[in-house]
Nanobody, 118 residues
């Protein structure tokens, strides 16, 4: 199973970006998809996650971010608005995937860099 991210890059302060992630490979079902980020010198942290019934956001992005999922396409997207100086990081897509009825995997994407600068 692979996750491929897209959508990172340079954004002006106060601007918006949309990150997308597509899962491919031997997928029976996907329980949870989400986005984490890691800034230099800091630990990787959850940004947002989505299951079939709920969403979860870090306090730092709550109210200015929206995570969405297309189950038919095995994709997840993160729309972030009003980007702040503390948002730059490498953003990683994450998924909890069942490759068979009884085999669960945690999968990470390769990461996409988000830079906030004027």
């Amino acid at each position: 199973v692979q996750l491929v991210e897209s959508g990172g890059g340079l954004v002006q302060p106060g601007g918006s970006l949309r990150l997308s992630c597509a899962a491919s490979g031997s997928i029976f079902s996907i329980h949870r998809m989400g986005w984490y980020r890691q800034a230099p010198g800091k630990e990787r942290e959850l940004v947002a996650a989505i299951t079939s019934g709920s969403t979860n956001y870090a306090d730092s992005v709550k109210g200015r971010s929206t995570i969405s999922r297309d189950n038919a396409k095995n994709t997840v997207s993160l729309q972030m608005n009003s980007l702040l100086p503390e948002d730059p990081a490498v953003y990683y897509c994450h998924a909890v995937v069942a490759s068979t009825r009884s085999t669960w995997l945690q999968v990470w994407g390769q990461g996409t860099l988000v830079t906030v600068s004027s």
